[in-house]
Structures are given as C-alpha cells and as structure tokens.
C-alpha cells in the first residue's frame, strides 16, 4: 500500500512569497489533515478535510493560508504572502475517517528568509 | 476542549521498561486516546490507540483508568531505536489536540 505523498520535501522563499504544498493521501483514505509542526512543538492542525468538505479550519490563519481538496482526493495548501514564523515542516495525513489512526508523509520543511 | 499535559522528557536504559503518562482532564466522552511516535524528519507513526481499560499490541501496552482522565503508554524492553518523541492525541470530534510530546531518550 502505497503511503501519504507530499511535495516538494523542501522549500526556501523570501518574505511576502507565496508557496504551495501538494498532498496525495492514501487511497481510500476520507479524512486528509493538514499539520504545521514548529521545531520543536507538537504538530498543531491547521485544517481537516472529510472528502472535499471542510470540517475544521479553526487554527487557520485565513489571511494568509488556503487549502483545498478538489475532488476529495489530492489536496493543496498554499501561504500568501509567506512570514518569517511560517517556518515550519508541514505534514499532511490521511485516515480512513475521522477517529481513525493517521498516516503521515514525511513533510515539507519551509524556510522563510 | 481537551487539553493535554505530558513530562518534557525522560531517560532511560536499554531493556527497561518505560511508561509514559498523558492527562486529559477534560476527555470527551465519544473521544478516543492515541499515541503516535516520531524521530527526527519524519512523520509521525501510529503506535497505539484505546477507549477505556487496557490495550495491547506488538509493540506497546496502553492503560486507561475507570475516569479516562489520564492514560500511561507501556514500552516494554526499551532498545536504542526507542528512542523519539511520543505524542498523546485525544480525539474531540472534529477538533484533533496534540500534546507538546515527551522526549524519550534510551540509553546504552
């Protein structure tokens, strides 16, 4: 079984750019969960997807951060501008549903200079 | 809003047994309690998850009181590749909260 997939593994911008973060979950998999991990701090959520339909964005930073999940499969999160405290390895997982254990990919570490 | 509380660190030796304890005062009564596992530039992975009582798998033993306001991951004949940070989830519907993490460090 193929695993949770994320691209690029590694990112560097400069202040006030834009990036993108791309996810492919497991097949099958329902529930796609994007993780914001500082060094050093517990991954904090920043959105869960069920199919394509958003069920909690709560910890989003919605001026700067979208997401989407079109046809609930892949799914995109993108920062826009980009700040100095977004650096960060962001981590997506999938689960079969809500509840269920979560696989994780191996993330993408974003430098902002 | 569950919020969970674990030790910052803890060392011990090869071929111990170690519990990690994670309190969750305010556990719901639907949520279920998980630890995950992660090294340096990885993901984190799944290790074990329970509701109630005790749970065990290859791996790892899970213990929950009667209250469910605490649990204790159980390693038993810990080697160096134990080694990493373990996470305490506890799953309040649809707002997933992650403890800071306990730093295990397994000794020779």
């Known amino acids: 079984e193929a695993g949770v997939a994320q691209s690029p593994r590694y990112k560097i911008i400069e202040k006030r750019q834009s990036v993108a973060f791309w996810c492919n979950p497991i097949?099958?998999?329902?529930?796609l969960y994007w993780y914001q991990q500082i060094l050093g701090q517990g991954p904090k959520l920043l959105i869960q997807f069920q199919n394509n339909g958003v069920v909690d964005d709560s910890q989003l930073p919605k001026d700067r951060f979208s997401a989407e999940r079109l046809k609930g499969v892949d799914s995109t999160l993108k920062i826009q501008p980009a700040k100095l405290e977004d650096s960060a390895v962001y981590l997506c997982a999938s689960s079969q549903w809500s509840q269920e254990t979560q696989y994780f990919g191996p993330g993408t570490r974003l430098l902002v200079l | 809003l569950a919020k969970t509380t674990q030790p910052i660190s803890m060392d011990s030796y090869e071929g111990q047994e170690v519990n990690i304890t994670c309190s969750h005062n305010n556990i719901a009564t639907n949520d279920y309690i998980t630890w995950y596992q992660q090294f340096p530039s990885q993901g984190p992975r799944f290790i074990i998850q329970?509701?109630?009582?005790?749970v065990t798998n290859e791996v790892a033993s899970l213990f929950i009181p009667a209250d469910r306001k605490s649990s204790t991951l159980s390693l038993p004949r810990v080697s160096l590749s134990d080694t990493a940070v373990y996470y305490c989830?506890?799953?309040?519907?649809?707002?997933?909260?992650w403890g800071a993490g306990t730093k295990l460090i397994i000794k020779p």
């Open positions: 097949s099958g998999h329902a529930t």
């Open positions: 329970g509701y109630k009582t005790k």
């Open positions: 989830l506890v799953g309040v519907i649809y707002q997933l909260i």
